[in-house]
């Protein structure tokens, strides 16, 4: 049961265009929201994170949109630069309930192209 | 984040060993959780511990597997007589408080030959 899903396993965008990652959740308990990004062979780092109360969160290039009613949020990453080529991976927990762990979404290889 | 320090980054063990998987977290962090990833998945959650305590162990194998948090010393993830199955990345994140922004080591990459 994937309770986070991120359908597109790959995106290519030129460099300085907007990048658009995607997540959709079944879980409507989930109230937080992580993005995290992962070069090889190394561990992922957080990027941005947004809280149910919100609808979006802005972070430098980065910004992180929640649609509650779809489920689903959005990564823009403006403008886009090479050194953002990465795997990027959605997370999402109840932290209102009291649960601790993050369920991943299966991720998205980006590739910024110069 | 180069604050959370795992030991060793690649272990190679036989079918039947035991494979000991340590990881250090951020200074002051008191909040430790352990992943693991498969190869083409995402990280899948094992387990939560506090200080000496295991808080959540859902995503844990009922068996072979076990992980503590001493008072003093690493987190440690033990897996008994590993199976070729158990051949993942395992990375281990801490945060300051719980369900805040987590941050990850480097992984322990373990191939079960």
């Known amino acids: 049961d994937q309770q986070v899903k991120q359908n597109s396993p790959s995106l290519s965008v030129q460099e300085g265009r907007i990048s658009i990652l995607n997540c959709d959740y079944t879980n409507s308990m989930f109230d937080y929201f992580l993005w995290y990004k992962k070069y090889p062979a190394e561990g992922p780092t957080f990027l941005i994170s947004i809280s149910s109360i919100k609808d979006k969160n802005e972070d430098g290039r980065f910004t992180v949109f929640l649609n509650k009613s779809a489920k689903h949020l959005s990564l823009h990453i403006v403008p886009s630069q090479p050194g953002d080529s990465a795997v990027y991976f959605c997370?999402?927990?109840?932290?209102?309930?009291?649960?601790?762990?993050?369920?991943f979404g299966t991720g998205t290889r980006l590739k910024v192209l110069a | 984040n180069a604050g959370v320090m795992q030991n060793p980054r690649h272990l190679v063990r036989r079918r039947g060993q035991e494979a000991r998987l340590r990881c250090s977290p951020v200074?002051?962090?008191?909040?430790v959780y352990w992943y693991r990833q498969l190869p083409e998945e995402g990280l899948k959650f094992m387990v939560y511990?506090?200080?000496?305590?295991?808080?959540?162990e859902s995503g844990m194998p009922k068996e072979r597997f076990s992980a503590e948090f001493p008072k003093e010393g690493p987190s440690i993830l033990r897996i008994q007589q590993v199976v070729r199955g158990d051949s993942a990345a395992y990375f281990c994140?801490?945060?300051?408080?719980?369900?805040?922004?987590?941050?990850f080591g480097q992984g322990t990459r373990l191939t079960v030959v």
């Open positions: 200074k002051g962090h008191s909040h």
């Open positions: 997370a999402a927990s109840e932290k209102g309930s009291g649960t601790y762990k993050y369920i």
């Open positions: 994140a801490s945060s300051p408080l719980p369900n805040t922004e987590a941050f």
């Open positions: 511990l506090q200080k000496e305590n295991i808080i959540d």
